[in-house]
């Protein structure tokens, strides 16, 4: 167990790792107080070794393990990657490459969707993780020799996972389901925020594009502020508040000051000036250039039911080919397939096409039924 607290210690480590195969990584970070997250830890496995890279330890360049993240010959396995991933994104403007996630893995392989690490390492390391130091303080100096010891433990465990998984996906040929699901985490377009379609995210109870379109403008200038002071977005206004002043439309502070849920700070400084020229300007826009509201007019009859039986089918496939449901389809692809004629969703593509999306096709023209057959509810062809 080791903690590497200089750049000539990284540096010796990068050196052995890069002669491996691969290495398990996993982050320690936090981010109550910040709008980024703040790195606090680094953990790195290879073969019989495992170390903790401190990134809070002043004077200590990174740029040797950053490198190695960038080595096309030493792949990278992470569980439930996408936190970590987004973190050496923002360092670095860089994906690590090439990438492996245990967590969708292990959804290939028919473990269910989301499944948790502790999970994996009982099945594979036959080991049980004490969970105590879950919620610790990463951010606090010094680490003791138990919080070190837990850390490493999420990479050192994650070696036996990612062979036996990797193993089972080569011999079920499902490589290339895989590398469909990775190419999210490696695309950068998953880390990047548009301030502009923050407001997507909320929950408005009578929705009109006007109302929208204030929200979008305030949503935005949220988001930007944020980012810039790097606090957390509740910190410069609630949610609850920004849908709030969507609905009421203010048109100057004291109609603002009516209102609850805006610090005084905001009503009296040059930012609810800034809020009630948003306002404005989404008040000036023509209604087409507005947010429309999705109107799911034009559903076939009885979309509804379909959508339910295409559950089922979705719970059979799944059950049939041991992958987890959520990797074959989504419940919005469910209610695309249900209510479009014409439709292009992932559940209908490539080898999710093959062991769902065409029986979905099949079933909803009446071409199958869902039946019992054998004792088994089974797919029963009607020509």
Not at 66 to 87: G, M, P, T, Y
Not at 282 to 289: F, K, N, R, V
Not at 335 to 350: C, F, K, M, Y
Request: with cysteine.
């Amino acid at each position: 167990m080791t903690l590497i607290t200089t750049t000539a210690k990284l540096k010796e480590f990068c050196d052995r790792a890069v002669k491996s195969s691969y290495i398990t990584v996993d982050t320690e970070f936090v981010r109550e107080t910040t709008y980024w997250p703040k790195l606090c830890l680094i953990q790195v496995g290879l073969e019989g070794e495992a170390a903790a890279i401190d990134p809070l330890v002043k004077g200590l360049d990174l740029t040797p393990f950053l490198d190695l993240l960038q080595n096309a010959n030493v792949i990278k396995v992470f569980h439930s990657a996408r936190q970590d991933v987004e973190i050496f994104y923002h360092l670095t403007g860089k994906i690590p490459t090439p990438l492996f996630d245990t967590q969708i893995a292990a959804m290939v392989c028919g473990f269910g969707e989301s499944i948790g690490y502790d999970i994996l390492v009982q099945k594979y390391a036959k080991v049980s993780i004490d969970k105590s130091l879950r919620y610790t303080q990463w951010a606090q100096r010094p680490l003791t020799e138990k919080q070190l010891a837990y850390a490493l433990g999420d990479v050192i465990y994650l070696r036996p996972i990612y062979e036996k998984l990797y193993s089972k996906i080569i011999e079920s040929d499902r490589l290339h389901w895989l590398e469909d699901e990775l190419s999210i985490l490696k695309d950068p377009t998953t880390y990047a925020i548009d301030p502009y379609a923050v407001w997507q995210k909320l929950r408005v109870r009578s929705p009109r594009p006007r109302l929208l379109a204030i929200l979008r403008e305030i949503a935005a200038w949220r988001e930007i502020t944020a980012q810039a002071r790097n606090v957390p977005r509740g910190r410069i206004i609630r949610d609850e508040t920004m849908v709030e002043l969507a609905a009421v439309s203010p048109r100057s502070v004291e109609e603002m000051r009516r209102m609850r849920g805006i610090s005084p700070a905001l009503l009296e400084g040059s930012e609810g000036q800034h809020i009630l020229s948003l306002i404005e300007k989404a008040h000036s826009l023509p209604l087409e250039d507005c947010p429309q509201v999705r109107r799911e007019g034009g559903a076939i009859p009885g979309a509804s039911a379909l959508v339910e039986m295409l559950r089922l089918l979705l719970k059979i496939k799944a059950e049939k080919y041991h992958v987890a449901q959520k990797l074959i389809a989504t419940s919005l692809d469910l209610e695309e397939i249900a209510r479009s004629e014409n439709t292009d969703v992932p559940a209908l593509q490539g080898w999710r096409y093959e062991i769902f999306g065409k029986a979905a096709l099949a079933l909803k023209s009446g071409k199958v039924a869902i039946g019992i057959k054998d004792h088994k509810i089974s797919l029963i062809s009607l020509e």
